[in-house]
C-alpha cells in the first residue's frame, strides 16, 4: 500500500493527475487478481483474531485513529484539495468531520446491547427456554467509496465496519485514492493489526468485478453511481449489500415559503463543490404563483457564490473532477437550450470550469428534468399544485432526499409522508449530516440504511443463543 512518485512509474501503475493544474500527485498499483487475493486473504485471515479484541479495545483504536487523522488535517486536506479539486475550507471540514465520525462511531459500538427473549411469550413454550440475542461481526467487508468525499465516505464505511470486529477489504475510487491510503495509514498507525484493513487500488472498471464477485468477501458497502451499483448487484448472489446511489433530489417550494430563506438554502445546496455532492438540490420544483420571485431571489444567491480554481480562490463553485464529467454537464446544458428551457443565468464553461448556471421553464422532456448532472446546473420545474408538485418530485427514478420549504406545518408533513425518498427535510437544503442520522436512498438511490448505528447494525448480523433451563 504506497504512493509512487514519478520516478518508480511503470505500465502496471495509474498516475494520479490534479483536477486543479494537471499535476502529476503520485501512481497506485493497478492490482492483479492475485495481488486482489493475497489482500482479501489478509482480511480473512485477521478476521479470526480482529473478532476476538475487546470492543473496548477495537473503540481505542479508533479513537486513536480520530486524533491521528485530526493531527494530519492540514496535509491531508492539502491532498484532497490537490487529488479531487475539493476547496481548503470543506477539504478542512471534511477531515474535522471524518474525525468526529470516527469517534462517534467507537461511542456508539460501546452503547449497543444485545437483548434477551423469553419463550413463554409463544403459547406452548417455557420461561424456563430463552434466547440471548446479540450481533457478531459478518466478516470480510468490501467498502467502495466514490471520488467526491475521499476520506469521509471511505471513513464511514471502514469505522463501523472494523469497530465491530469486521475485517476490511477498502477499493478506493482511483481519482482519491492517495487520500484512501493516506486515511488507511491512518488506521494502522492507530494499531489495527495486520490484515485487518487492506486496500485494493487499481480501476474500477477493470477489477471491480473479480473484488465484487470474490468469494471471501462477506459483504459489500458500496457508495457511488446508480450504474455501477446496479450492475453490481446484478453480479453478485448470497452476499449482503448496503449500497448508496445516486439521486434527484427535488426543493419543492410552497406558495407560503419563506422565499428568501429558500433560495439562499437552495443555492448553498445545489452549488458547493460546483453540485458534486449525492445530495445537492437536483432540481426545483416550485408553485407557479412564487416562482418568478423565488428564481429573483436565487439570482441574487447565486450571484454571491464565488467561481474559480481553490488554488488561487477560497471558491464554491470550482472544476469539476474530469473533463469527461464537464463534457457530461455541458451536454445537458446544451439539451436544455436546444429543447427551449430559459436559461436565467450561467451557461458558461472554460475547461471544466462549469459556471452555476439555472434554468427555468424546465420541461418533462429535457434531460435536465431527471438525470443526475453532478454539476453546476438547476433546472426549475413549474407547477399549479401541491398533488403536483408530489407527483413530479416521485416521478424520479431516483429517491435520495427532498426538502419542502413553507411555512405552514401541516402542509410539510403532508408533502413529506408523500414523498418517496429516504429523508425529507422541511425548510432545509437536502444533506446528509448529521451523521448519526439515519441516510438511504429508496428506488434507484439505494439499498439499506446508513448512519453509525445504522451502518453497524447493517454490518453486523444478529446471533441467537437458546438456553434451555429444563432438560
Ligand atoms: P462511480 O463511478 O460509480 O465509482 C464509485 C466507485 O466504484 C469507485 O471506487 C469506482 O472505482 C468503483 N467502480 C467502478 N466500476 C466498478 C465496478 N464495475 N465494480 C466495482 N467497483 C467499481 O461513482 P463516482 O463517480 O466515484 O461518484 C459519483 C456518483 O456517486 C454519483 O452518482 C453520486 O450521486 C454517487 N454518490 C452517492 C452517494 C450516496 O451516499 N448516495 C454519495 C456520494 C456519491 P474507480 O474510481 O476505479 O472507477
Ligand atoms: O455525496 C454524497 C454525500 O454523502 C453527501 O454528503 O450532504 O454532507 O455533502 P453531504
Redesign the pocket.
Known amino acids: 500500500m504506497s504512493i509512487h512518485n514519478e520516478n518508480n512509474y511503470n505500465e502496471n501503475m495509474i498516475k494520479i493527475v490534479s483536477p486543479l493544474d494537471g499535476s502529476l500527485l503520485g501512481a497506485v498499483k493497478a492490482m492483479s487478481q492475485s495481488e486482489v487475493d493475497t489482500n482479501i486473504e489478509k482480511a480473512k485471515k485477521a478476521f479470526y483474531e480482529w473478532r476476538e479484541y475487546p470492543l473496548s479495545k477495537r473503540a481505542d483504536i479508533m479513537y486513536k485513529a480520530a486524533d491521528l487523522l485530526l493531527a494530519n488535517t492540514k496535509r491531508v486536506a492539502e491532498l484532497l484539495l490537490m487529488e479531487i479539486g475539493k476547496d481548503q475550507k470543506s477539504a478542512e471540514s471534511e477531515i474535522t468531520r471524518t474525525a468526529d465520525f470516527i469517534r462517534f462511531t467507537a461511542d456508539t459500538a460501546k452503547s449497543i446491547h444485545g437483548e434477551s427473549i423469553q419463550g413463554d411469550n409463544f403459547s406452548g413454550f417455557s420461561k424456563e427456554k430463552f434466547a440471548m440475542v446479540t450481533r457478531e461481526p459478518v466478516g470480510v467487508v468490501l467498502a467502495i467509496s466514490p471520488f467526491?468525499?475521499p476520506i469521509n465516505?471511505a471513513a464511514s464505511k471502514i469505522a463501523p465496519a472494523l469497530v465491530s470486529g469486521n475485517t476490511v477489504v477498502f477499493k478506493p475510487a482511483t481519482t482519491g485514492s492517495l487520500c484512501g491510503i493516506e486515511l488507511a495509514k491512518i488506521f494502522l498507525e492507530a494499531g489495527l493489526p495486520e490484515g485487518a484493513l487492506t486496500v485494493i487500488t487499481g480501476k474500477g472498471s477493470e477489477i471491480g468485478d473479480y473484488i465484487v464477485t470474490h468469494p471471501d468477501i462477506s459483504f459489500i458497502n458500496f457508495t457511488g453511481s446508480t450504474e455501477v451499483g446496479l450492475d453490481i448487484s446484478k453480479k453478485v448472489h448470497m452476499v449482503p449489500l448496503l449500497m448508496e446511489l445516486g439521486g434527484k433530489d427535488a426543493a419543492i417550494v410552497l406558495k407560503d415559503a419563506d422565499l428568501p430563506f429558500a433560495a439562499k438554502n437552495i443555492a448553498a445546496g445545489a452549488f458547493s463543490y460546483s453540485g458534486q455532492?449525492?445530495?445537492a438540490v437536483k432540481r426545483i420544483i416550485v408553485i407557479n404563483e412564487v416562482a418568478d420571485k423565488l428564481i429573483g431571489y436565487l439570482k441574487d444567491e447565486i450571484g454571491k457564490l464565488r467561481v474559480g480554481n481553490p488554488l488561487t480562490v477560497q471558491a464554491e463553485v470550482v472544476p469539476l473532477i474530469s473533463e469527461k464529467a464537464a463534457d457530461f454537464v455541458w451536454g445537458l446544458i446544451e439539451d436544455a437550450k436546444e429543447k427551449g428551457a430559459r436559461m436565467v443565468m450561467g451557461g458558461k464553461r472554460e475547461g471544466t470550469l462549469i459556471y452555476p448556471t439555472l434554468f427555468d421553464e424546465v420541461t418533462e422532456d429535457m434531460r435536465i428534468a431527471w438525470e443526475e448532472p453532478f454539476g453546476p446546473v438547476l433546472p426549475i420545474l413549474r407547477v399549479n399544485t401541491v398533488e403536483e408538485a408530489v407527483a413530479l418530485a416521485n416521478k424520479s427514478e431516483y429517491g435520495l432526499q427532498a426538502s419542502v420549504f413553507t411555512e405552514n406545518i401541516t402542509d410539510a408533513f403532508h408533502v413529506a409522508g408523500k414523498l418517496e425518498v429516504g429523508t425529507v427535510h422541511i425548510n432545509n437544503k437536502t444533506?446528509?449530516?448529521p451523521d448519526h442520522f439515519p441516510f438511504l436512498g429508496v428506488k434507484k438511490s439505494g439499498i439499506g440504511t446508513q448512519g453509525i448505528r445504522y451502518s453497524i447494525e447493517a454490518m453486523t448480523r444478529v446471533k441467537a443463543t437458546v438456553i434451555n433451563l429444563n432438560r
Open positions: 467526491n468525499y465516505l455532492r449525492c445530495t444533506e446528509r449530516g
